[in-house]
């Protein structure tokens, strides 16, 4: 009875043990997934508009992201460039610079078709809302969450653009198409 009474214990410290990796390894991935969205993708739009005197694929005329940033990201030769394709875990993300109704964004997608997020990749949307904003509310702040997707989707220019500002609503697996980062302005 006591070597049972031992050997459940020792079951439950490695269970524990185990739960408690994968809690450290699904947060490593959130923070990854912030530091590329947050933060790579907006460092690298700025040292374009540095270099250049405008965002990449910014149109000369107005500011707004329309054209193909690929190129004028491709143009600076940076040591480590954005990927707009991203996997963490079994979650895939595609990150392009873009537009909506004269605001310029960064968009984050589960697909180039007009797919929804699925239960996982929202807790990334949400780590990310958190991050920038008070409180995983994806109807305002700078990060929102969006069930419209793109009008345009470009992988070869890196380029997802709005023809009006999309409806803001929760984030919800199997009905959220889009995540939109208002990185270039405050709101």
């Known amino acids: 009875m006591i070597e049972l009474a031992i050997v459940l214990v020792i079951v439950g410290i490695i269970l524990a ?4 990796g994968e809690d450290v390894i699904r947060g490593a991935r ?11 993708f907006p460092t690298t739009a700025f040292m374009v508009l540095d270099w250049q005197g405008r965002l990449p694929g910014a149109n000369k005329d107005n500011g707004l992201i329309t054209l193909n940033p690929k ?4 143009m600076m030769q940076l040591a480590h460039s954005p990927d707009p394709v991203k996997q963490y875990g079994s979650s895939l993300f595609y990150i392009f610079y873009g537009n909506e109704g004269g605001k310029n964004i960064i968009v984050v997608l589960p697909d180039t078709t007009g797919g929804a997020f699925d239960k996982e990749q929202i807790t990334f ?4 809302d958190v991050a920038y904003d008070p409180s995983p509310d994806a109807t305002d702040g700078q990060v929102r969450g969006t069930v419209t997707a793109p009008a345009a ?18 984030y919800q697996a199997n009905t959220t198409k889009a995540m939109l980062y208002y990185f270039d302005k405050k709101l």
């Open 30 to 40: 959130h923070k990854n997934f912030i530091n590329e969205v947050g933060r790579n």
């Open 17 to 20: 043990a185990v739960l408690k």
């Open 71 to 74: 190129t004028d990201i491709g």
């Open 153 to 170: 989707v470009s992988t070869a220019a890196w380029l997802a653009t709005y023809t009006s500002t999309p409806a803001f609503s929760a």
């Open 125 to 128: 949307l949400e780590a990310l």
